[in-house]
T-cell receptor, first 114, second 116 residues
Framework: ETGVTQSPTHLIKTRGQQVTLRCSSQSGHNTVSWYQQALGQGPQFIFQYYREEENGRGNFPPRFSGLQFPNYSSELNVNALELDDSALYLC?????????????FGPGTRLLVL | AQKITQTQPGMFVQEKEAVTLDCTYDTSDQSYGLFWYKQPSSGEMIFLIYQGSYDEQNATEGRYSLNFQKARKSANLVISASQLGDSAMYFCAMREDYYGNNRLAFGKGNQVVVIP
């Protein structure tokens, strides 16, 4: 187990709704990254937070937003949900001070948009 | 452009046999890191092994080893003595080491099924 936790584990929403996903990072890690994994695909980078600031963003529209809190936990918010937002959302924590900066993933949140 | 390419179809491997999973990557950076992750059906991505672009030795972690061929831009994962619990999707990922970047670019994965 990595010590990275995510909630909820599963979620069903309807098109147009808003959703908030949560992630607690591993102890000692101050960086959280979010990824979207569509069925049958590899994860796609959404954005990363380092010390409460966004530190890089992938090719996702502004309706995908995030926060990082002083304890380094993080939220991913998605507004105006679309059917294509149905996916597994993974968060990963890491520490820039480690040599490899390996990202350790949580169990993911499965989002279904109807 | 796709940075990580994993093109093998699903693989069946006999228990206790070795299996090699192919990964090629594309970057113009000199400094980068390569990772392999395992994803069982539960969904969690489990870190397996890391290879830095400047590492001269191939990385090894228990039954996992990485066959790193820098000139060919390949980073194949070798799993020795396969076990039933190795059945999963395996993803190759790369992190390009430019300032402020820690994003991973993933391939589409390789499906491995270990049969008794």
């Amino acid at each position: 187990e990595t010590g990275v936790t995510q909630s909820p584990t599963h979620l069903i929403k309807t098109r147009g709704q808003q959703v908030t996903l949560r992630c607690s990072s591993q102890s000692g890690h101050n960086t959280v990254s979010w990824y979207q994994q569509a069925l049958g695909q590899g994860p796609q980078f959404i954005f990363q937070y380092y010390r409460e600031e966004e530190n890089g963003r992938g090719n996702f529209p502004p309706r995908f937003s995030g926060l990082q809190f002083p304890n380094y936990s993080s939220e991913l918010n998605v507004n105006a949900l679309e059917l294509d937002d149905s996916a597994l959302y993974l968060c990963a924590s890491s520490s820039p001070s480690s040599e490899q900066e390996t990202q350790y993933f949580g169990p993911g949140t499965r989002l279904l948009v109807l | 452009a796709q940075k990580i390419t994993q093109t093998q179809p699903g693989m069946f491997v006999q228990e206790k046999e070795a299996v090699t999973l192919d990964c090629t990557y594309d970057t113009s950076d000199q400094s980068y890191g390569l990772f392999w992750y395992k994803q069982p059906s539960s969904g969690e991505m489990i870190f397996l092994i890391y290879q830095g672009s400047y590492d001269e030795q191939n990385a090894t972690e228990g039954r996992y080893s990485l066959n790193f061929q820098k000139a060919r831009k390949s980073a194949n994962l070798v799993i020795s003595a396969s076990q039933l619990g190795d059945s999963a999707m395996y993803f190759c990922a790369m992190r390009e080491d430019y300032y402020g970047n820690n994003r991973l670019a993933f391939g589409k994965g390789n499906q491995v099924v270990v049969i008794p």
